[in-house]
């Protein structure tokens, strides 16, 4: 009966409702945020490609190929031969070109004793001044006969040249076409170099944070392998996509590495370390889209702050703006939490004094 009468009593009511709104929905621990100084990284994908890859060609008329001297993954030097063309038709016209010039030497010389001779009987009036001039015009002809036959042995001496394929730098063959019987037309593709085996990662970066790209900037990059790579940022493009609003950097990487031109690659873009305001990534909570913090009053309640965040190191996130370095954060278990409502703060062993 005194129960029955105890509950009916408005009083008791309102205290126990009291009570009840005034018991913590939850034992936390709090932290303040931390003061650090991080790296600056800026992640960047792209491709790894050849500095510039030379097309090995076959020059003047072409020919048949007689020896193909190198394969696929070979090193050269330059200047070392790769392949030759046949011969035996430009050596028969170099040969023909020769006998021409004995010809033309021997009439040359005919035609320069003719026009002396002139030239010394003509003040006598032993003969006419047109007979003389016919023969300084036979000396000219001979004269521009023996340079033309010059210039055609030069022609087939360079086209001889050209049965030699050559490597134009130093270099490793990336591509090879060429088959020994088959005919290599001019201009045709026999070969590819990888000049001087320098590779480069082709990265794609945001127009906005091209200016903090300079020339020297130092990159890491991770392979498909899971290997990493130091380079360094050699060009930045001078144009940006208007399709995805990217553009390119250039970045050189060490020779001798286990890149391999074609590969993808990821990586990150090194600057001068900053300072940075830093929480554990269980402190931030998203909520409607949005990262927000729990803030614990002096009453115990806490309050939802809305923050904006930046870099991620580890398990660490940085606070770029919403909290000051002495508030008192939820370090954990916010998602459980609402707007007003009472904790308990209980000691936070992980992290010492409150940190």
């Known amino acids: 009966m005194l129960g029955l009468m105890g509950w009916s009593n408005p009083s008791i009511w309102a205290q126990s409702a009291a009570s009840t709104a ?8 709090v932290i303040t945020p931390l003061a650090q100084t991080w790296p600056q990284q800026l992640p960047a994908t792209g491709t790894i490609s050849a500095w510039q890859e030379a097309v090995i060609s076959a020059e003047g008329a072409g020919g048949r190929l ?10 050269v030097k330059k200047g070392q031969l790769l392949a030759r063309l046949a011969t035996d038709t430009v050596q028969a016209d170099l040969a023909q070109s020769r006998a021409n010039l004995a010809e033309a030497q021997a009439v040359l010389a005919e035609a320069r004793a003719n026009a002396q001779r002139a030239r010394e009987l003509q003040p006598s009036g032993l003969i006419s001044a047109q007979q003389a001039q016919q023969s300084y015009t036979v000396e000219q002809t001979a004269q521009a006969r023996l340079a033309a036959v010059q210039a055609r042995i030069q022609s087939d001496e360079l086209r001889l040249a050209q049965t030699r394929v050559v490597a134009p730098d130093d270099g490793v063959i990336s591509a090879r076409t060429a088959v020994i019987g088959s005919f290599a037309g001019t201009g045709q593709e026999l070969m590819r170099l990888i000049r001087r085996e320098r590779l480069e990662w082709r990265a794609e970066v945001p127009a906005a944070e091209l200016a903090r790209l300079t020339p020297g900037v130092r990159a890491t990059l991770t392979l498909p392998s899971g290997d990493t790579l130091n380079g360094t940022l050699r060009q930045v493009a001078p144009t940006v996509d208007a399709a995805n609003r990217m553009g390119l950097v250039y970045v050189d990487l060490p020779p001798g590495s286990p890149a391999r031109a074609g590969m993808f690659a990821r990586g990150q873009f090194e ?20 990262p927000l913090v729990l803030r614990v009053g002096d009453d115990g309640r806490v309050n939802a702050i809305k923050v904006r965040v930046g870099r991620r190191v580890g398990d660490r996130i940085e606070i770029l703006a919403g909290v000051t370095p002495t508030m008192r954060l939820v370090a954990s278990g916010g998602a459980f939490l609402s707007e007003g409502d009472k904790v308990k703060v ?3 062993a992980a992290s010492g004094a409150g940190r």
């Not at 020896?67 to 993954?73: F, H, K, M, W």
């Not at 600057?271 to 889209?289: E, I, K, M, Y």
């Open 271 to 290: 600057f001068a370390p900053t300072a940075a305001l830093t929480l554990p990534q269980s402190a931030v909570v998203l909520r409607d889209g949005f």
């Open 346 to 348: 209980v000691p936070n």
């Open 66 to 75: 007689t020896d193909v001297l190198v394969q696929v993954g070979d090193k």
């Open 22 to 29: 005034t018991r913590a929905a939850l034992s936390v621990s």
